[in-house]
């Protein structure tokens, strides 16, 4: 028995190979069709080289191929890496010497910027199969064609699911295969985190089952379920690149759901695809895709009645935004998910109409999420301390390539080992966690730590605020300041008193903003998450807007 993630998909197409696994505008793929393309893709990378254990590069937006491409990786007992489409040339120039991929499957678009790289480094990539998809013959190609690389072989997607075997015929794969997600990149270069296979399936997958608690003892019952059971429709709207999106379609795929897949994030083609796919469960990260969701929501019209639940996680998902999506979605479940690549699933909050509480987000933690102290002792409900926010139980083997990062992250005390996300967190008198964010992240002013988050959370509860970023920036009296890059709704510019009088309501007066500067936009990761660097290169370029 092997809880991996091809074995469990391979169990959903056993039971359920006719019912429709991927669908993207009129194209769709039923979970004999996935399959049968996957072992394709599959023989073609062993047919490359590719052996148990070897990485596979994975460039791509979201689209059907790459969902294919990432079952085919796995099936053959390979590692996937995920590249964000996003990455300059320097950037994906690291990533591939990193991880030291064999093969590099990508998007026709990006083949100019793949050229380029292979052709000026020594790499161990010996082949890149092309994906040429119907949304790159719609729209300009993003990049020139790339001049053909010596001793990289060239093989087309389609091509090579023609020519090659459509055949289950894979060797046995085992419990200690492995899972890369690489993560960061705001505060340093990518990493990669290292997890077998089993263990994020637990804490990611849905191994754990997330209300009980209890671990699935059978391989087999995630499809069993699905099968018995009706067939939701998931429509995970981040890029592939973020570890959360790519669970999201694996739990989908592991129970005979229906994934809905969508290459580019646009407002009103969501709830366009919500309506022509009758999706029940939008996947969205926070406030940077879920507040110009609402927006376009409620200036629209559209059929959003089969919605069911709208999940949140990884970034902040603010109470002002999540009020809206309550009153669009009355009778649906709104949840706030906390996680890292360092820790998988954390918990989570339900929101409530009216009962949305205002500042950092606060969760229903599951029994393996903890807050240490500095010397590893666990703070205790009603200690009324901030600590670390810590993982036990089913938790990563280390970070690829960094064994001081590694040792600084997965730590043991007394006897138990944990991982550390590098988040601060406050375990509330009845249990729940509220998340303060990153220590590195965190502002000393006075002596007082000032979490960037739960202001963020506070600001926008403005009517005038649509985004901001909340950073430290010098201050001759007090060491540092905090300081807020606002993007204003219509061309608005609240005062900094009247953005002060917000956060007091819920947070102590020397955490409200002494200086602010108004932008068009936040520079945002692909996952949502906020680039603290480009904001702090905002405040130390030009004088504030307005200064306290």
């Not at 947070?507 to 702090?536: C, H, N, Q, T």
Request: with cysteine.
């Amino acid at each position: 028995m092997a809880f991996t993630i091809a074995d469990l998909i391979e169990h959903a197409v056993d039971l359920m190979p006719d019912r429709i696994a991927l669908e993207s505008g009129d194209e769709s793929r039923t979970y004999a069709q996935m399959e049968e393309r996957s072992n394709a893709i599959a023989h073609t990378l062993a047919e490359l080289g590719v052996r148990p254990g070897d990485r596979v590069g994975l460039y791509s937006r979201n689209t059907i191929e790459s969902v294919e491409a990432m079952i085919a990786i796995f099936k053959i007992r390979a590692v996937m890496v995920n590249v964000n489409y996003r990455y300059v040339e320097s950037e994906l120039e690291h990533i591939i010497a990193d991880s030291g991929m064999k093969v590099l499957i990508h998007e026709e678009r990006y083949t100019g910027r793949v050229c380029n790289v292979l052709s000026k480094s020594a790499f161990d990539v010996t082949a890149r199969i092309v994906i040429s998809t119907p949304f790159d013959q719609q729209a300009a190609a993003v990049d020139q064609p790339g001049t053909p690389v010596p001793g990289v072989a060239v093989v087309d997607y389609e091509d090579a699911i023609a020519d090659s075997s459509h055949e289950r015929d894979f060797d046995q794969r085992s419990d200690d295969d492995l899972y890369i997600v690489y993560t960061g990149g705001t505060t340093g270069k990518p990493k990669g985190v290292v997890w077998r296979q089993e263990d994020v399936w637990r804490v990611l997958g849905g191994g754990i089952d997330w209300y009980t608690g209890t671990p699935v003892a059978d391989e087999w019952e995630h499809a069993r379920t699905g099968a018995e059971g009706g067939q939701l429709v998931r429509f995970p709207i981040p890029p592939f690149i973020h570890g959360g999106s790519q669970w999201a379609i694996f739990q989908s795929l592991f129970a005979g759901g229906k994934s809905v897949v969508y290459p580019d994030f646009d407002p009103a083609a969501v709830w366009e695809a919500v309506d022509k796919h009758k999706v029940n469960v939008i996947f969205i990260t926070g406030d940077a895709m879920g507040r110009p969701m609402i927006e376009a929501l409620e200036a629209g019209e559209y059929d959003t009645s089969s919605i069911v639940s709208v999940a949140s996680s990884a970034a902040l998902f603010s109470p002002a935004v999540k009020e809206r999506y309550l009153d669009k979605f009355p009778n649906a479940v709104v949840v706030d998910a906390i996680g890292s690549s360092e820790t998988g699933f954390g918990g989570m909050g339900m929101a409530v109409k009216g009962q949305s509480r205002v500042g950092a987000p606060t969760v229903k933690a599951d029994p393996n999420t903890h807050v240490l102290r500095a010397d590893g002792t666990r703070i205790q409900p009603g200690d009324d301390e901030t600590g670390r926010l810590a993982r036990s139980g089913h938790i990563p083997l280390r970070y690829h390539n960094a064994p001081a990062k590694s040792a600084e992250t997965f730590v043991e005390y007394d006897g138990v080992r944990y991982s550390l996300p590098g988040d601060f967190a406050r375990l509330e008198a009845d249990g729940t966690i509220t998340m303060l964010g990153r220590g590195s992240m965190s502002i000393n002013t006075g002596g007082e730590k000032v979490f960037p988050e739960e202001v963020e959370a506070a600001l926008k509860s403005h009517p005038d605020v649509f985004d901001v970023s909340v950073v430290g920036v010098p201050d001759e009296r007090f060491g540092q300041r905090v300081a807020a890059v606002v993007a204003a709704r219509n061309g608005a510019r609240p005062t900094l008193p009247e953005l002060g009088e917000v956060v007091r309501v819920v947070l102590a007066g020397y955490k409200a903003p002494r200086s602010i500067w108004f932008v068009d936009e936040l520079k945002r990761s692909p996952a949502g998450k906020p680039d603290y660097r480009w904001a702090a290169d905002v405040a130390s370029s030009r004088e504030p807007d307005e200064s306290l």
